[in-house]
């Protein structure tokens, strides 16, 4: 399986994320992509291919122009504002001041963009994410010239990202935007498999009333794991998407075995729909010393569910999300792809 990666994600280094209602040292930090790299490495896998450059074409299919826009643009109109520090959303259009207008001061155009306070916009922040967007291009493009998978080693990861609005770490939707490519380039039923221990709501709310792209994620309940307004069962899709989303919230403290039963039953659906290629948002915060989540997955569960995913039989994207035990972060994701190798 090769992995795609681009070293512009170092680009992107905020200073801290608000967290328990302090500033803390961001969780989402690049170290986790060396444990990852140093990993791959050690257990024999190929040397990281770079990413090719794209356009933004498939971008603006899944995200609004004017929001991808503003993501160029925000650094810049941030400086001019005169701030020195990074930027962190602190005002919404909320439920009493619904307002559709795009406002042009820069600080309450961060506020409409965003779903969430703990992500901070720093210098280089568009140039990474516009990286992870190239990485997972071009993974997705080698499943298109016939590899059986391949690795989108991405940062900042892109699930909670939603059509016009960033948030959870996330800003371009990269596992969204590698199914449109795949959509585009011959494939015309995508499953979206998101195994990470929050909630995709970006991709769920992206492909909400599609009936070519069927989302699925496993995570914690939104009772109470963030994003908490999105990702309950009776989320099931709209108009043509009717019947394409599935989720599977599960209760803090769930095992492997609580939790392969919910896999299983992703499986399922993803038989029934005929899925023609898989993309794996792989986030590996579901691992028992996580320490912003709330499951009990160990380091061998992680190669069984990989194991297990392979089992389906079909060309299979892994595209990376989440997972902030920093030091295990490479053996956890690690164990995923080599599970899946050791039986495909
Ligand atoms: C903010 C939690 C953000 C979670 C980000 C994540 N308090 N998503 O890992 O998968
Ligand atoms: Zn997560």
């Given at each position: 399986m090769k992995t795609i990666y681009s070293d512009k994600h170092t680009l992107r280094q905020v200073k801290a994320e608000i967290h328990n209602g302090e500033l803390v040292p961001p969780f989402e930090r690049k170290e986790r992509i060396d444990y990852i790299l140093?990993?791959?490495n050690k257990r024999g896998f190929d040397k990281p291919i770079s990413e090719q450059a794209f356009n933004l074409d498939t971008v603006h299919k899944v995200h609004s122009k004017d929001y991808v826009n503003f993501l160029q643009n925000v650094w810049q109109k941030w400086l001019n504002a005169g701030h020195t520090c990074d930027a962190i959303p602190n005002i919404w259009?909320?439920?009493?001041?619904?307002?559709?207008?795009?406002?042009?001061?820069?600080?309450?155009?961060?506020?409409?963009?965003?779903?969430?306070?703990?992500?901070?916009?720093?210098?280089g922040t568009w140039q990474a994410v516009n990286?992870?967007?190239?990485?997972?291009?071009?993974?997705?493009?080698?499943i298109?010239?016939?590899?059986?998978?391949?690795?989108?080693?991405?940062?900042?990861?892109?699930?909670?990202?939603?059509?016009?609005?960033?948030?959870?770490?996330?800003?371009?939707?990269?596992?969204?935007?590698?199914a449109q490519h795949?959509?585009?380039?011959?494939?015309?039923?995508?499953?979206?498999?998101?195994?990470?221990?929050?909630?995709?709501?970006?991709?769920?709310?992206?492909?909400?009333?599609r009936n070519d792209v069927q989302t699925l994620s496993i995570h914690g309940d939104p009772d109470f794991a963030f994003p908490y307004f999105l990702g309950h069962a009776n989320e099931t899709g709209d108009d043509a998407g009717v019947g394409h989303c599935f989720n599977y919230p599960l209760p803090a403290g769930s095992d492997y075995q609580t939790w392969s039963l919910a896999l299983e039953q992703s499986f399922t659906q993803i038989k029934a729909f005929n899925a023609e290629v898989l993309v794996i948002s792989l986030g590996v915060d579901t691992f028992e010393?996580?320490?912003?989540?709330?499951?009990?997955?160990r380091s061998d569960d992680f190669f069984d569910y990989g194991k297990r995913i392979a089992t389906l039989g079909l060309p299979t994207l892994f595209v990376m999300e989440g997972g902030y035990a920093v030091e295990q972060?490479?053996?956890?994701?690690v164990n995923v792809l080599a599970g899946f190798n050791s039986i495909s």
């Open positions: 140093k990993e791959l259009p909320s439920r009493s001041m619904p307002s559709k207008i795009i406002p042009s001061n820069i600080e309450a155009q961060i506020g409409y963009y965003a779903l969430a306070a703990e992500t901070a916009i720093s210098s990286a992870a967007k190239d990485v997972a291009l071009t993974a997705a493009e080698h298109i010239q016939g590899e059986k998978s391949a690795f989108a080693l991405c940062r900042p990861p892109g699930h909670h990202a939603a059509h016009d609005q960033f948030g959870g770490y996330c800003f371009l939707n990269n596992a969204a935007i590698a795949l959509r585009d380039n011959g494939y015309s039923k995508v499953s979206i498999l998101d195994v990470d221990y929050h909630h995709g709501n970006g991709t769920q709310q992206i492909f909400y009333r010393d996580d320490p912003i989540s709330a499951f009990k997955l972060i490479g053996i956890n994701t």
